[in-house]
Protein backbone atom coordinates (compact mmCIF):
# COMPACT_ATOMS: atom_id res chain seq x y z
CA UNK A 1 0.00 0.00 0.00
CA UNK A 2 0.97 3.58 -0.96
CA UNK A 3 2.03 5.66 2.11
CA UNK A 4 4.30 7.53 4.58
CA UNK A 5 6.76 5.77 6.72
CA UNK A 6 8.46 7.33 9.76
CA UNK A 7 10.87 5.50 11.75
CA UNK A 8 11.86 5.53 15.24
CA UNK A 9 8.59 5.62 16.30
CA UNK A 10 10.03 6.98 19.58
CA UNK A 11 13.20 7.67 19.82
CA UNK A 12 15.56 9.09 23.46
CA UNK A 13 18.88 11.01 23.02
CA UNK A 14 20.60 12.67 25.57
CA UNK A 15 20.96 15.92 25.45
CA UNK A 16 24.72 17.37 23.15
CA UNK A 17 23.83 14.39 20.78
CA UNK A 18 22.57 14.70 16.77
CA UNK A 19 19.63 12.38 16.37
CA UNK A 20 17.95 11.32 12.25
CA UNK A 21 14.58 10.98 12.28
CA UNK A 22 13.69 8.98 8.85
CA UNK A 23 10.60 10.09 6.75
CA UNK A 24 10.01 7.72 3.17
CA UNK A 25 7.20 7.74 1.10
CA UNK A 26 5.85 5.60 -1.83
CA UNK A 27 3.24 8.18 -3.31
CA UNK A 28 5.61 9.68 -5.59
CA UNK A 29 4.92 12.90 -4.45
CA UNK A 30 7.33 15.84 -5.36
CA UNK A 31 6.74 18.23 -1.66
CA UNK A 32 7.63 16.63 1.24
CA UNK A 33 7.71 18.44 4.96
CA UNK A 34 8.03 17.91 8.45
CA UNK A 35 6.31 19.55 10.99
CA UNK A 36 6.71 19.67 14.74
CA UNK A 37 3.16 18.93 17.22
CA UNK A 38 3.81 20.07 21.17
CA UNK A 39 1.15 20.35 23.62
CA UNK A 40 -1.19 22.83 23.58
CA UNK A 41 0.28 24.14 20.08
CA UNK A 42 -0.91 23.71 16.31
CA UNK A 43 1.97 21.74 14.32
CA UNK A 44 4.80 24.31 13.09
CA UNK A 45 6.30 24.30 10.13
CA UNK A 46 9.81 22.90 10.50
CA UNK A 47 11.37 22.65 6.57
CA UNK A 48 9.75 21.84 3.66
CA UNK A 49 10.93 20.49 0.14
CA UNK A 50 9.31 20.80 -3.55
CA UNK A 51 11.95 18.83 -5.40
CA UNK A 52 14.85 17.14 -4.77
CA UNK A 53 17.96 18.11 -3.97
CA UNK A 54 15.80 21.47 -2.85
CA UNK A 55 14.15 23.13 0.30
CA UNK A 56 13.54 25.51 2.43
CA UNK A 57 13.33 26.71 6.09
CA UNK A 58 9.60 26.79 7.44
CA UNK A 59 8.76 29.06 10.33
CA UNK A 60 10.80 27.24 13.38
CA UNK A 61 14.21 25.80 11.32
CA UNK A 62 16.31 26.21 13.80
CA UNK A 63 18.33 23.71 15.18
CA UNK A 64 17.34 21.28 12.66
CA UNK A 65 18.78 20.27 9.24
CA UNK A 66 17.35 18.12 6.47
CA UNK A 67 18.16 16.54 2.56
CA UNK A 68 16.29 15.76 -0.26
CA UNK A 69 18.74 13.27 -2.12
CA UNK A 70 16.12 11.14 -3.15
CA UNK A 71 12.33 12.36 -4.20
CA UNK A 72 10.98 9.44 -1.96
CA UNK A 73 13.67 10.33 1.21
CA UNK A 74 13.31 13.37 2.89
CA UNK A 75 15.14 12.86 6.90
CA UNK A 76 15.17 15.47 9.48
CA UNK A 77 18.26 15.66 11.78
CA UNK A 78 17.98 17.11 15.24
CA UNK A 79 20.81 18.91 15.98
CA UNK A 80 22.27 19.57 19.16
CA UNK A 81 21.86 23.40 18.52
CA UNK A 82 18.19 23.03 19.19
CA UNK A 83 17.04 24.02 22.61
CA UNK A 84 13.85 22.38 23.14
CA UNK A 85 13.74 19.01 20.85
CA UNK A 86 11.15 16.76 23.07
CA UNK A 87 8.30 17.07 20.68
CA UNK A 88 6.27 14.95 18.55
CA UNK A 89 7.76 14.97 14.90
CA UNK A 90 4.95 14.85 11.77
CA UNK A 91 6.14 13.88 8.27
CA UNK A 92 3.71 14.84 4.81
CA UNK A 93 3.66 14.37 1.68
CA UNK A 94 1.43 16.34 -1.07
CA UNK A 95 1.55 15.76 -4.84
CA UNK A 96 2.50 18.52 -7.33
CA UNK A 97 -1.11 18.55 -8.75
CA UNK A 98 -4.19 17.95 -7.00
CA UNK A 99 -6.52 19.00 -4.14
CA UNK A 100 -3.95 20.58 -1.62
CA UNK A 101 -3.97 17.53 0.98
CA UNK A 102 -1.10 16.68 3.03
CA UNK A 103 -0.35 12.90 3.38
CA UNK A 104 0.92 12.45 7.30
CA UNK A 105 3.11 9.66 8.54
CA UNK A 106 2.45 8.15 12.13
CA UNK A 107 4.86 10.42 13.59
CA UNK A 108 8.08 10.05 15.52
CA UNK A 109 8.01 10.99 19.65
CA UNK A 110 11.49 12.38 20.62
CA UNK A 111 12.70 12.40 24.19
CA UNK A 112 15.56 13.96 25.30
CA UNK A 113 16.87 12.65 28.69
CA UNK B 1 1.24 36.04 6.97
CA UNK B 2 -1.91 33.80 7.61
CA UNK B 3 -3.36 32.97 11.06
CA UNK B 4 -5.26 30.43 12.29
CA UNK B 5 -7.38 30.45 14.82
CA UNK B 6 -9.40 27.85 17.19
CA UNK B 7 -10.56 29.64 20.05
CA UNK B 8 -12.54 26.06 21.62
CA UNK B 9 -9.31 24.25 23.19
CA UNK B 10 -11.88 21.39 24.23
CA UNK B 11 -15.22 20.53 23.71
CA UNK B 12 -17.80 17.60 25.02
CA UNK B 13 -20.80 15.83 22.72
CA UNK B 14 -23.41 13.27 23.51
CA UNK B 15 -22.98 10.29 21.24
CA UNK B 16 -25.98 11.02 18.62
CA UNK B 17 -25.40 14.53 18.69
CA UNK B 18 -24.58 17.51 16.94
CA UNK B 19 -21.54 19.56 17.96
CA UNK B 20 -19.74 22.53 15.64
CA UNK B 21 -15.73 23.31 16.08
CA UNK B 22 -15.03 26.99 15.67
CA UNK B 23 -12.28 28.22 13.19
CA UNK B 24 -11.69 31.70 11.85
CA UNK B 25 -8.35 32.65 10.14
CA UNK B 26 -6.65 35.60 8.65
CA UNK B 27 -5.54 36.22 5.08
CA UNK B 28 -4.61 38.82 2.53
CA UNK B 29 -5.03 35.75 -0.04
CA UNK B 30 -7.84 35.44 -2.17
CA UNK B 31 -7.30 31.89 -3.70
CA UNK B 32 -7.01 29.34 -0.73
CA UNK B 33 -7.73 26.10 0.95
CA UNK B 34 -8.83 25.42 4.03
CA UNK B 35 -9.14 21.84 5.80
CA UNK B 36 -9.87 20.14 8.88
CA UNK B 37 -7.57 17.12 10.21
CA UNK B 38 -8.37 15.13 12.93
CA UNK B 39 -6.16 13.33 15.44
CA UNK B 40 -6.94 10.51 16.96
CA UNK B 41 -4.93 9.13 19.73
CA UNK B 42 -2.99 6.99 17.79
CA UNK B 43 -1.51 10.33 16.15
CA UNK B 44 -1.95 9.89 12.71
CA UNK B 45 -3.40 13.40 10.68
CA UNK B 46 -6.39 12.40 9.19
CA UNK B 47 -8.15 14.64 6.28
CA UNK B 48 -11.76 15.21 7.03
CA UNK B 49 -12.81 17.78 4.93
CA UNK B 50 -11.48 20.15 2.62
CA UNK B 51 -13.29 23.26 1.28
CA UNK B 52 -11.53 25.61 -1.92
CA UNK B 53 -12.18 29.27 -1.20
CA UNK B 54 -13.52 29.90 -4.74
CA UNK B 55 -16.99 27.96 -4.67
CA UNK B 56 -19.21 29.01 -2.71
CA UNK B 57 -20.98 25.73 -1.72
CA UNK B 58 -20.40 24.69 1.37
CA UNK B 59 -18.41 20.88 1.50
CA UNK B 60 -20.12 18.17 3.00
CA UNK B 61 -18.49 14.79 3.66
CA UNK B 62 -20.95 12.37 4.93
CA UNK B 63 -21.76 13.08 8.66
CA UNK B 64 -19.35 16.05 7.97
CA UNK B 65 -19.96 19.66 7.20
CA UNK B 66 -18.33 23.21 6.92
CA UNK B 67 -19.88 26.40 7.33
CA UNK B 68 -17.75 28.88 5.01
CA UNK B 69 -18.27 32.34 5.66
CA UNK B 70 -15.25 33.90 3.06
CA UNK B 71 -16.68 37.83 3.96
CA UNK B 72 -16.15 37.07 8.24
CA UNK B 73 -13.22 34.57 7.09
CA UNK B 74 -14.75 31.75 9.65
CA UNK B 75 -14.59 27.58 8.77
CA UNK B 76 -16.51 26.10 11.15
CA UNK B 77 -17.04 22.29 10.82
CA UNK B 78 -20.46 20.38 11.98
CA UNK B 79 -20.59 17.05 12.93
CA UNK B 80 -23.82 15.48 12.73
CA UNK B 81 -24.50 12.03 14.61
CA UNK B 82 -21.72 12.35 16.82
CA UNK B 83 -19.98 8.62 17.36
CA UNK B 84 -17.57 7.64 19.76
CA UNK B 85 -14.89 6.90 16.78
CA UNK B 86 -14.94 10.91 16.53
CA UNK B 87 -12.98 11.78 19.68
CA UNK B 88 -9.80 13.06 18.61
CA UNK B 89 -8.27 16.44 18.10
CA UNK B 90 -9.14 18.20 15.59
CA UNK B 91 -7.11 20.71 13.53
CA UNK B 92 -8.51 23.74 11.53
CA UNK B 93 -5.64 24.56 8.50
CA UNK B 94 -5.20 26.96 6.43
CA UNK B 95 -3.45 26.38 2.57
CA UNK B 96 -2.44 29.48 -0.08
CA UNK B 97 -3.70 28.27 -3.20
CA UNK B 98 -1.23 30.26 -5.83
CA UNK B 99 2.53 30.21 -5.49
CA UNK B 100 5.29 27.06 -5.50
CA UNK B 101 4.82 26.35 -1.64
CA UNK B 102 1.97 24.14 -0.58
CA UNK B 103 2.11 24.60 2.83
CA UNK B 104 0.08 24.53 5.60
CA UNK B 105 -0.63 26.76 8.64
CA UNK B 106 -2.40 24.98 11.36
CA UNK B 107 -4.28 26.37 14.28
CA UNK B 108 -3.90 24.76 17.79
CA UNK B 109 -6.34 22.28 17.77
CA UNK B 110 -9.92 21.42 19.26
CA UNK B 111 -9.89 18.62 21.44
CA UNK B 112 -13.40 16.53 21.28
CA UNK B 113 -15.01 13.98 23.58
CA UNK B 114 -17.51 12.17 22.26
CA UNK B 115 -19.37 10.82 25.49
CA UNK B 116 -21.56 7.66 25.66
Known amino acids: DGGITQSPKYLFRKEGQNVTLSCEQN?????MYWYRQDPGQGLRLIYYSQIVNDFQKGDIAEGYSVSREKKESFPLTVTSAQKNPTAFYLC????????????FGEGSRLTVL | AQTVTQSQPEMSVQEAETVTLSCTYD???????LFWYKQPPSRQMILVIRQEAYKQQNATENRFSVNFQKAAKSFSLKISDSQLGDTAMYFCAFMRGSGSARQLTFGSGTQLTVLP
Open chain 2, 27 to 33: TSENNYY
Open chain 1, 92 to 103: ASAGHRGTGELF
Open chain 1, 27 to 31: LNHDA
